[in-house]
């Protein structure tokens, strides 16, 4: 932890303490390889052989809303596991910043075709700008996936006073 602190009092800004659910394994700073060795974890735009299911809601242009029900940015694409068939993250990008994006794990995301919404119940909108960024815009190494997955885990339990507090 870059912070001193416990995972019940945290020193610093908890969100960026790396403890507790936002801790993280200091993995290879380099991208999971398909067998044919290209970049397994890729977005949409490079793996332009897949496609959203006509049946369900394509999140591309979907607003994404904090904990707090605001709008913290919009979808942009897509990132799929080349080696698995399935989706790992959407990209976004985040309001209010100059042409920055973030990746939100798919399992971290509530996609509502209806309301053309995507719900990250984890942060509030004014959180998402600290995910962590990628080096290369078209690839996601595996120590970029766990700070992304460990801010996302800090946020579920230090987004707000309130989560860190006991229940009773």
């Known amino acids: 932890a870059k912070t001193g602190g416990s995972t019940i009092a945290p020193t610093g800004d908890p969100m960026l303490a790396e403890i507790g659910p936002g801790s993280y394994a200091e993995r290879a700073n380099t991208p999971d390889l398909t067998f044919e ?3 397994k974890l890729v977005p949409m735009r490079v793996a332009t052989d897949f496609h959203v299911e006509e049946r369900d809601p394509d999140p591309r242009g979907m607003t994404v809303l904090g904990a ?4 913290a940015g919009t979808i942009t694409d897509i990132w799929v596991d080349r080696g698995e068939f399935v989706i790992r993250f959407l990209e976004m990008a985040v309001a209010g910043t100059e042409g920055r994006k973030a990746l939100l794990p798919i399992a971290m995301v509530v996609v509502n075709g209806k309301r053309r919404t995507v719900t990250v119940a984890a942060l509030l909108s ?6 962590p960024a990628l080096a290369n815009p078209d690839q996601v190494t595996r120590l970029e996936e766990e700070r992304i997955y460990g801010y996302l885990g800090a946020g579920t339990l230090y987004a707000t006073r309130s989560r860190a507090e006991p229940l009773v």
Request: hydrophobic share 40%; proline share 8%; charged share 10%.
């Open 37 to 39: 060795g290209a970049p």
């Open 68 to 71: 707090d029900g605001q709008a």
């Open 126 to 131: 004014n959180q998402f700008a600290g995910i």
